[in-house]
């Protein structure tokens, strides 16, 4: 059986958390920007810790886990 969990996870958390696409946090003009499809350095590095956070929490301390086969 193979596991898809972390790979589902992944794929979510990486679309849903892309800087600009959904939200930008710290945006542009304010503390949170929704939906202008821009990006800054900062904003990728908070992000991507967000990101990692929920990763870890995800994989790691829930043990998300989808089996097909």
Same mark, same amino acid.
């Given at each position: @059986?193979? &596991?898809? +969990?972390?790979v589902v996870i992944?794929?979510?958390?990486?679309?849903?958390? %892309?800087?600009?696409?959904?939200?930008?946090?710290?945006?542009?003009?304010? @503390?949170? &920007?929704? +939906?202008?499809?821009?990006?800054?350095?900062?904003?990728?590095?908070?992000? %991507?810790?967000?990101y990692f956070g929920?990763?870890?929490?995800?994989?790691?301390?829930?043990?998300?886990?989808?089996?097909?086969?």
């Amino acid at each position: @059986m193979e &596991d898809w +969990g972390p790979v589902v996870i992944a794929v979510v958390l990486f679309v849903l958390l %892309t800087p600009g696409l959904l939200f930008q946090l710290p945006g542009n003009n304010r @503390m949170v &920007d929704f +939906g202008n499809m821009e990006t800054s350095g900062i904003s990728i590095f908070v992000h %991507t810790i967000i990101y990692f956070g929920l990763i870890t929490i995800f994989l790691i301390a829930i043990g998300v886990h989808i089996y097909t086969g």
